[in-house]
T-cell receptor, first 112, second 114 residues
Framework: SAVISQKPSRDICQRGTSLTIQCQVD?????MFWYRQQPGQSLTLIAT?????????ESGFVIDKFPISRPNLTFSTLTVSNMSPEDSSIYLC?????????FGPGTRLTVT | AQKITQTQPGMFVQEKEAVTLDCTYD???????LFWYKQPSSGEMIFLIY??????QNATEGRYSLNFQKARKSANLVISASQLGDSAMYFC???????????FGKGTRLHILP
């Protein structure tokens, strides 16, 4: 199994600023993903973080707003850029196992 | 069209009763996987059970079992002998395709009554 940690666990940010969320996995994994969970909603996939290449974004999410890095097999970052109150959500990092997908504890972001 | 459908937004169940949470899915892939996750109020995503499309037996993990009906594209979660700690949001999810990304249903909020 894999253990995923995320930093920060929560933050309150002003509109127009950017926040970078870090995700660290305790073992090498092939696939890493970033999800968003808005209040009272399900998880929505933002993008697949590809090691050594550009992330693959889902419909409705763009690189300028959510730039993602993945420099190696255990680490990824998600930046939420030019934030607005609508970006207030929980952001979750995820890594793929053989028969399980592991999730980090999430980053609770509030934009004021 | 929704890939994962959970038709029960909320359920109330008496403690110690069995619970069935419904999930239907839509895919044209032959190889796919189905997951159930529990999300308590703390927000963490707790993996419960996994069923591969080629698995011959229904998956079981302790009090959790997955009633997999491939022809009906159904993957219901059964919780036996429910406990107060089972009160949470439950998500059904599917992994398909070469990129292995997982898509989630809208969830079912389960309330266990004492």
């Amino acid at each position: 199994s894999a253990v995923i940690s995320q930093k920060p666990s929560r933050d309150i940010c002003q509109r127009g600023t950017s926040l970078t969320i870090q995700c660290q996995v305790d073992s090498q994994v092939t696939m890493m993903f970033w999800y968003r969970q808005q209040p009272g909603q399900s998880l929505t996939l933002i993008a697949t973080a590809n090691q050594g290449s550009e992330a693959t974004y889902e419909s409705g999410f763009v690189i300028d707003k959510f730039p993602i890095s993945r420099p190696n097999l255990t680490f990824s970052t998600l930046t939420v850029s030019n934030m607005s109150p609508e970006d207030s959500s929980i952001y979750l990092c995820s890594a793929l196992g053989l028969r399980e997908q592991y999730f980090g504890p999430g980053t609770r972001l509030t934009v004021t | 069209a929704q890939k994962i459908t959970q038709t029960q937004p909320g359920m109330f169940v008496q403690e110690k009763e069995a619970v069935t949470l419904d999930c239907t899915y839509d895919t044209s892939d032959q190889s796919y996987g189905l997951f159930w996750y529990k999300q308590p109020s703390s927000g963490e995503m707790i993996f419960l059970i996994y069923q591969g499309s080629y698995d011959e037996q229904n998956a079981t993990e302790g009090r959790y079992s997955l009633n997999f009906q491939k022809a009906r594209k159904s993957a219901n979660l059964v919780i036996s002998a429910s406990q107060l700690g089972d009160s949470a949001m439950y998500f059904c999810a599917m992994r398909e395709g070469r990129d292995d990304k997982i898509i989630f249903g809208k969830g079912t909020r389960l309330h266990i009554l004492p």
